[in-house]
């Protein structure tokens, strides 16, 4: 019944509501523009440090959402929020088109809990209700575009474990989609978390830049 419930809401979500549309962006304007983002995210938006995502391959829809989310404070974080304070409008899309056209480096995912993940990821949980992640981030955790459902595969596992366990405490509640996450996450255990973010970080399925 769980289960229902969360389909229902989901399909209630709207996806234009109060974000403006990506319209393009210019790329080359955003690769000068990078240059301030390199040192977590790296030059070709392959972060060098799990405590800072890949932006590479990222939907360009979506990184211009969350950079509108971290400017309006709608979406927290000591460091963006100030990086994107004084961003424009123009800016934001060129960074979302340049990052989006780069070419994310897979990772490795541990053996031990590829299994586990993999379930996770294609079947939920449905003794508690949750739903399967392919249902709004695809079979190959390659998001969905329209409905700005983020790319997840091939993202760093230490920076997956954080934003799963930020949804589950209830620190992260951006937009509605993050209501969904808030409840997904609070039925998974730090294992499963674990072992769901190790899988997501070496699916290779998908593995070319976002249109």
């Known amino acids: 019944m769980l289960m229902k419930h969360w ?13 403006m549309a990506f319209e393009g962006g210019n790329p080359q304007a955003g690769q000068q523009k990078a240059a301030v983002c390199a040192g977590c995210h790296g030059s ?6 799990g405590q800072f995502p890949s932006l590479a391959g990222q939907h360009a829809s ?3 959402e969350q950079l509108r989310f971290f400017k309006s404070g709608q979406r927290k974080n000591p460091i ?19 990052f989006a056209g780069q070419t994310l480096r897979i990772g490795v995912a541990d053996k031990a809990l590829v299994e586990q993940g993999e379930q996770l990821f294609r079947g939920g949980l449905s003794a508690k209700g949750v739903p399967a992640c392919t249902g709004c981030h695809g079979p190959a955790g390659m ?26 405490a209830g620190k992260r ?3 509605p989609r993050g ?16 072992a769901l ?11 070319q830049p976002a249109n």
């Not at 070709?44 to 440090?49: A, H, I, K, T």
């Not at 963006?80 to 340049?98: I, T």
């Not at 209501?179 to 674990?194: F, N, P, S």
């Open 7 to 19: 389909i229902a809401f989901l399909a209630l979500i709207p996806l234009s509501a109060g974000v």
């Open 44 to 49: 070709d938006g392959n972060s060098p440090s």
């Open 62 to 64: 979506y990184l211009y």
């Open 80 to 98: 963006m929020q100030p990086q994107a304070a004084n961003l424009s409008d123009p800016d934001m899309q060129d960074l979302a088109a340049y």
């Open 143 to 168: 998001g969905n575009p329209p409905a700005r459902y983020p790319r997840i595969s091939g993202q760093k596992a230490a920076y997956l474990v954080q934003q799963l366990q930020d949804y589950r």
């Open 173 to 175: 509640s951006d937009y």
């Open 179 to 194: 209501k969904v996450m808030q409840g997904v996450a609070a039925e998974l255990t730090d294992k499963e978390i674990e």
């Open 197 to 207: 973010a190790s899988f997501l970080s070496g699916l290779h399925l998908g593995n």
